[in-house]
């Protein structure tokens, strides 16, 4: 399987803030990378896929880059209902695996 | 619009095997393309992806559940059923079932639309 990492595992931000999450396969993996945002008690969200691809409907301050083994995922200016905890999933190979997350709280 | 609904137990014993059904609506896994996944999540822990079953049949499971799993489609009823066997207490999660694209050059998209989860203690 390929193993994802993600850091931080944790971040506290304020709004209006630039946030930016990484993570990390641990074999290239292409453009194969998807972002998703869990509230809780809630089913993930797709933001991102093919590592930079907009999912329809998702607000542009959302941004994904990177290839190989290395991505991002940024929030240019972090809104009040972007509190939640944001999960990396990669797509090239099955089983497609999930980062252990990052949760993203109000400081 | 596509919409995704689990349902099974909530409460199951421990050596027990698990059905879960994913029913569907606003598309079909009859088209070329399209696919249907099982992603679980514990209490309190990151996403697990379990199975996905495409348009044509074709299936895949995680290598470390592989032997426990079966995934199954139900094109006329617009189903898609996992069964578990020997659960324990280890498989306490929330179960979701998600929907997929597949390009033409068969990279799987992500999961674009989920159902809300149902949520399977195991428990004797």
């Known amino acids: 399987d390929i193993q994802m990492t993600q850091s931080p595992s944790s971040l506290s931000a304020s709004v209006g803030d630039r946030v930016t999450i990484t993570c990390r396969a641990s074999?290239?993996?292409?453009?194969?990378l998807n972002w998703y945002q869990q509230k809780p008690g809630k089913a993930p969200k797709l933001l991102i896929y093919?590592?930079?691809s907009l999912q329809s409907g998702v607000p542009s301050r959302f941004s994904g880059s990177g290839s190989g083994t290395d991505f991002t995922l940024t929030i240019s200016s972090l809104q009040p209902e972007d509190f939640a905890t944001y999960y990396c999933q990669q797509s090239y190979s099955t089983p497609d695996t999930f980062g252990p997350g990052t949760k993203v709280d109000i400081k | 619009q596509i919409t995704l609904k689990e349902s099974g137990p909530t409460l199951v014993k421990p050596t027990q095997t698990l059905t879960l059904t994913c029913t569907f609506s606003?598309?079909?896994?009859?088209?070329?393309?399209?696919?249907v996944g099982w992603i679980r999540q514990p209490p309190g822990k990151a996403l697990e992806w379990l199975a996905l079953i495409y348009w044509n049949d074709d299936k895949r499971y995680s290598p470390s559940l592989k032997s426990r799993l079966t995934i199954t489609k139900d094109t006329s009823k617009n189903q898609v059923v996992l069964t578990m066997t020997n659960m324990d207490p280890v498989d306490t999660a929330t179960y979701y079932c998600?929907?997929?694209?597949?390009?033409?050059?068969?990279?799987?998209?992500?999961?674009?639309?989920w159902g809300q989860g149902t949520l399977v203690t195991v428990s004797s």
């Open positions: 093919a590592a930079s």
């Open positions: 606003g598309f079909s896994l009859s088209t070329s393309g399209v696919g």
């Open positions: 998600a929907h997929q694209y597949v390009d033409t050059a068969m990279v799987r998209l992500g999961f674009d639309y």
């Open positions: 074999q290239s993996i292409s453009s194969y």
